[in-house]
């Protein structure tokens, strides 16, 4: 299994990115897909997940601004971030869960600031 993210930047508060994580291997469908992030000086925190296409679920501090989706035909989740805050600073990094083993991506770097 590879996941590979992309999309991450500098943007101003108030601005939009948005992360695709490419998934190969045995992750498909069924499998749970979660996007994380490290903040400097923080330990890595959950952001959301997604279950088959629609189950979602979301940390309270991005709710209401951040949107998991996933593509099953193409093998790729995304993480649409709107209203983005400084605070949002971070490496995310998605990871898939697969037959009890969880499989992380290389992360990449979200810059919220003016």
């Known amino acids: 299994v590879q996941l590979q993210a992309s999309g991450g930047g500098l943007v101003q508060p108030g601005g939009s990115l948005r992360l695709s994580c490419a998934a190969s291997g045995r992750i498909d469908r069924h499998n749970v897909m979660s996007w994380y992030r490290r903040a400097p000086g923080k330990p890595r925190e959950f952001v959301a997940n997604?279950?088959?296409?629609?189950?979602?679920h979301y940390t309270e501090s991005v709710k209401g601004r951040f949107t998991i989706s996933r593509d099953n035909a193409k093998n790729m989740v995304y993480l649409q971030m709107n209203s983005l805050k400084p605070e949002d600073t971070a490496v995310y990094y998605c990871?898939?869960?697969?037959?009890?083993?969880?499989?992380w991506g290389q992360g990449t770097q979200v810059t919220v600031s003016s």
């Open positions: 990871k898939g869960f697969h037959s009890g083993i969880d499989y």
């Open positions: 997604i279950v088959e296409s629609d189950n979602t």
